[in-house]
């Protein structure tokens, strides 16, 4: 059922804001907050459009229907005068995400330092990739750009051109160039993201004035920041448009599948719009006649990455296939009844024999004399 279609019967529509517990903050839709009886006295706390506290149907819990942040939904019983509502539908989504949890994300937007605490080419390629999986658009902000001189800044900017990303240099602090990328954000659902300590806290307070996040400092021993962001959040943009604060983490997981890793490089990508690898399961490292493997700058990160890819998924294959974990035991001599049992790590708890504590005590008499 379309929007219009929710529209049309006179129910409520609106996004989920925030999520803690079992209530969601929704934002009710402008020209659904009009759509209130005639002639009912409005609060004066009311806000426009109205925030609502909403409970989810128990309906909807039955069918394991989830109300994640960004959803849109059909909320049904306002109490306007309580602020409260319920939740009685969850349009589908046009995208979501796992990590952060959030729904119908338009585009992410990626914040680094270029000093205090300094870029890292490794931490902003992973960020970079673990992006480019969600098949979202990305958007580069660099902060604390006063701290750099103009020569530094084109030096970044020409190597991360080499990478496929054009940057928008930008200081919170200064106030330098944050109108350009509010522009970026407009009539968009942003999720912004990136290390501890880059700013992303001073750039939403910027850019809402309402948002009053906690801002951290930068720890001088170990030039990072502290996490300062506890939860997912949407907030209002004034030029239209949500933006979402994500709990900081440093380094995200590496959980795609290998073979699409390559895929997640622009300047990897643009090589294989014009050739082909000779094979088509090319993992694009000693194989031959491969048109990726070569001389650009992050060719070393994609195998570095890919390790990790590999290791992932053989972790999940492991725990998949009960055999890898577990052997077959015989349980009753000649009457053909076996079961699984735990397999133990080769050696870890094989009894040393008595010939090696032998040695070893030989070898310790020896190093006391």
């Not at 673990?130 to 580069?140: G, Y």
Request: charged share 25%; with cysteine.
């Amino acid at each position: 059922m379309t929007g219009e279609n929710f529209a049309a019967t006179g129910q409520l529509l609106g996004t989920v804001l925030a999520v803690q517990a079992n209530f969601y903050r929704v934002q009710l839709d402008q020209e659904q907050g009009e759509m209130r009886e005639m002639g009912e006295q409005d609060p004066p706390h009311v806000s426009y459009p109205p925030l609502l506290l909403c409970t989810r149907r128990t309906r909807l819990k039955k069918i394991g229907q989830q109300v994640m942040v960004g959803d849109r939904v059909v909320v049904e019983e306002p109490d306007w005068a309580g602020g409260r509502g319920a939740i009685a539908d969850v349009f589908p989504r046009q995208s979501e995400l796992d990590r952060p949890a959030i729904a119908n994300v338009n585009q992410i937007l990626l914040v680094f330092a270029v000093a205090d605490p300094p870029l890292e080419p490794y931490q902003l390629s992973r960020f970079l990739i673990k992006a480019e999986s969600t098949d979202l658009d990305v958007l580069l902000c660099l902060n604390k750009s006063d701290l750099i001189s103009p020569q530094e800044q084109q030096q970044i900017s020409d190597r991360l051109l080499g990478w496929g990303y054009q940057p928008i240099f930008i200081s919170v602090k200064d106030g330098i160039n944050t109108d350009q990328a509010a522009r970026y954000l407009s009539n968009k659902i942003t999720v912004i993201a990136g290390p501890s300590g880059v700013g992303k806290s001073s750039l939403i307070n910027t850019l809402i004035d309402s948002a009053k996040l906690r801002v951290g400092e930068v720890s001088g021993k170990l030039a990072r920041g502290r996490h300062t962001t506890r939860h997912i959040e949407l907030f209002e943009l004034p030029s239209g448009g949500l933006l979402a604060d994500t709990p900081g983490f440093n380094q995200p997981d590496m959980d795609c599948i290998p073979e699409e890793l390559i895929h997640y490089f622009p300047e990897a990508r643009k090589r294989l719009a014009v050739a082909s690898c000779r094979f088509s399961d090319c993992l694009h490292r000693d194989e031959p006649e491969c048109v990726v493997r070569g001389d650009w700058e992050r060719y070393e990160h994609y195998l570095e990455f890919l390790d990790a890819a590999i290791a992932h998924e053989t972790h999940l294959h492991q725990q998949a296939d009960p055999e890898s974990s577990l052997k077959l035991k015989s349980k009753s001599k000649g009457k053909g009844q076996s079961q699984y049992e735990p397999k133990l790590e080769s050696k870890k708890y094989r009894r040393i024999s008595r010939k090696t504590q032998l040695q070893d005590l030989q070898e310790l008499y020896r190093d006391e004399e």
